[in-house]
Structures are given as C-alpha cells and as structure tokens.
C-alpha cells in the first residue's frame, strides 16, 4: 500500500513538473499579454500540486518524490523548439500544451483505475490533478 501511495505521488509530481516545464519553455515564444496571463495561471495550478506532493509525501516516505530527469527535460525542451521555429502562434502553442496535458490526463486515468487500495488523500489529490488537467485543455481550446 505504501509503494502503491508513493508511485501515485511520484507519477504526479512527474506530471506537475512536466507542465510546470513546457510552460516555462513556451512562455518566451509568446508576445500576446493575455495568453502569457493565462499561461501564468495555469504554470501556478501545476505548482501547487507539486508543492501538495512534497508535503504528502513525507506521510509516506523519508525521501522527496522522484523528478523528472535531466534528459527528458531536454527532450521536451528540444521538442518545443523544434516544433515552434516556424509557428509561435497562440494556436500552435496551445496546441503543443494540450498534447502534452492529454497525455497527462491519460496517465493520471490510468492511475486512477489502477490505484484502488491507495490512501485517501493520495487519491484525491490525484484526483484534483487530473481535473486540473481536464479544466486546462477547456481553457487553452479558447487559443487554437
């Protein structure tokens, strides 16, 4: 049960980390002050689950959560480059975060229905997570 709690929580600060990332990598591509206001607000939402992962975690563990790894920050970096160098509109950008965020809440699906014997509080921040995740594709739509 424990193990099942600790990867639950790894698997969303993995999640929270990336979003946090791609945010931070495509904000310098956008010009329009109210899609960057937007994306500053959805870069907040992702850390503060991450920053709820680090103190749940300590109920179950004596170390801090897994990050994601230098070279799949890398990746997503080059990533973002490449598919931005002819296109940084608001609509490619959007598109770029909802791909990522998609894949996110498929994961976080998949945890959910997979996790039943997690703690309480485990569930429900994952829970909030995937819904986070959910109400972040419906507002970046707005910019395709």
Do not use: C
Not at 133 to 142: A, F, H, I, R
Request: net charge negative; hydrophobic share 35%.
């Amino acid at each position: 049960m424990q193990n099942e709690n600790l990867n639950v929580l790894d698997e969303v600060n993995k999640g929270a980390t990336m979003g946090m990332d791609s945010i931070h990598y495509v904000s310098e591509k956008v010009g329009d002050k109210t899609f960057q206001k937007v994306l500053d607000v959805e870069y907040n939402k992702y850390e503060q689950i991450h920053d709820r992962v680090w103190l749940l975690y300590g109920n179950y563990s004596s170390k801090e959560p897994h990050e994601t790894n230098a070279m799949n920050k890398m990746m997503l970096w080059s990533g973002i480059q490449m598919k931005t160098i002819g296109d940084q509109s608001n609509s490619k950008i959007s598109e770029l975060l909802m791909q990522g965020t998609n894949m996110g809440i498929i994961e976080g699906r998949r945890l959910i229905n997979q996790n039943d014997n997690a703690a309480k509080d485990v569930k429900s921040i994952l829970h909030e997570f995937v819904t986070m995740q959910e109400d972040s594709v419906e507002t970046l739509k707005k910019y395709l």
